[in-house]
């Protein structure tokens, strides 16, 4: 695993808070996660600012990425075919090499619990669901699909043909313009994502906030509207953040190995939960 990790000590005073949000987690209706770049650090994938970030080594992608291929979706086709900004090359390079990491594996773990009901995750980089995750959604898109602008249908690349003679490719059920998943500077979030985050968002009483300090809209917004409701939030984060003080519980250090003794945990909790929930 990655420094992060082999360089986290676990204090039995933190074991005791996972423990604790373990017993959030086992107890909870429905659990909802929200990721964000902070968990795929420890896959290998920089942040995008900062000292060492991606856009810091490559440059930034254009902030009117999404107006420019509203005017010229075949000219924005060709560059994405043949690349030759250092910011795209260095981005594809950079995501196709990481692999999931004990983070997203023990997401899937408890949603195959039955504790995670949706992971709602402000990633491109595919790897929830290299890991497996079944109720994905991804607000961003994911950089290694493309989606049907008219109908929001996503499709691998390999499932569509594109003639570099005739771009931009078409979508086959609708018609409508392929273009890639990621949301682009300027794009609006997917509808369908949308709704299908608010839908997550409303049923939750119970947010495991991973990797992300959430202010950015509209993730922002959702483990405030879990606290409003009456809701925990259970964060796991290596720094605090400015959701730190909001939260129910606050587990600090590198997400794969907090998520792991998370899932160990809760398992526990939930093998043993006919007992404890009739004393
Ligand atoms: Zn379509």
């Known amino acids: 695993m990655s420094e992060a990790t082999t360089d986290f000590l676990m204090t039995p005073e933190l074991e005791d808070e996972i423990v604790r ?10 659990v909802v996660a929200l990721t964000g770049a902070g968990l795929s650090v420890e896959s290998g994938i920089p942040p995008f600012r900062g000292p060492g970030g991606l856009w810091t080594k490559y440059g930034e992608p254009p902030m009117d990425g999404y107006q420019r291929f509203l005017a010229d979706p075949a000219k924005a086709w060709r560059e994405r075919l043949n690349p ?3 910011w795209a090359k260095g981005l594809t390079e950079t995501l196709g090499k990481a692999r999931p990491n004990l ?3 023990s997401l899937v773990g408890l949603e195959e619990l039955g504790v995670l009901r949706a992971t709602i995750t402000q990633n491109v980089d595919d790897l929830h669901r290299q890991a497996g995750s079944r109720a994905l959604l991804e607000i961003h898109g994911n ?8 109908c929001h249908v996503r499709m691998e690349p390999e499932e569509i043909e594109v003639d570099p003679e005739d771009l931009p490719p078409l979508c086959q059920s609708c018609g409508g313009i392929m273009k890639g998943d990621t949301v682009q500077f300027g794009e609006p979030i997917p509808p369908d994502v949308l709704r299908g985050c608010y839908g997550a968002v409303d049923a ?5 906030v991973v990797g992300t300090s959430a202010t950015v809209y509209p993730a922002a917004e959702f483990p405030l509207e879990v606290l409003r409701r009456g809701g925990q939030v259970i964060e796991v984060n290596p720094y605090e953040s400015e959701l730190t003080p909001a939260c129910t519980v606050s587990l600090r250090g590198p997400g794969g190995a907090l998520l792991e003794r ?3 945990h809760t398992r526990a909790r939930r093998s043993h939960g006919s007992i404890e929930a009739n004393p």
């Open 21 to 30: 949000a373990a017993g959030l987690l086992a107890g909870a209706g429905k």
């Open 84 to 86: 030759t900004e250092n």
């Open 103 to 105: 983070g997203h594996l």
């Open 143 to 150: 950089y290694s699909l493309l989606r049907c602008m008219q």
């Open 204 to 208: 939750c009483d119970c947010m495991l």
């Open 262 to 264: 998370l899932l160990h």
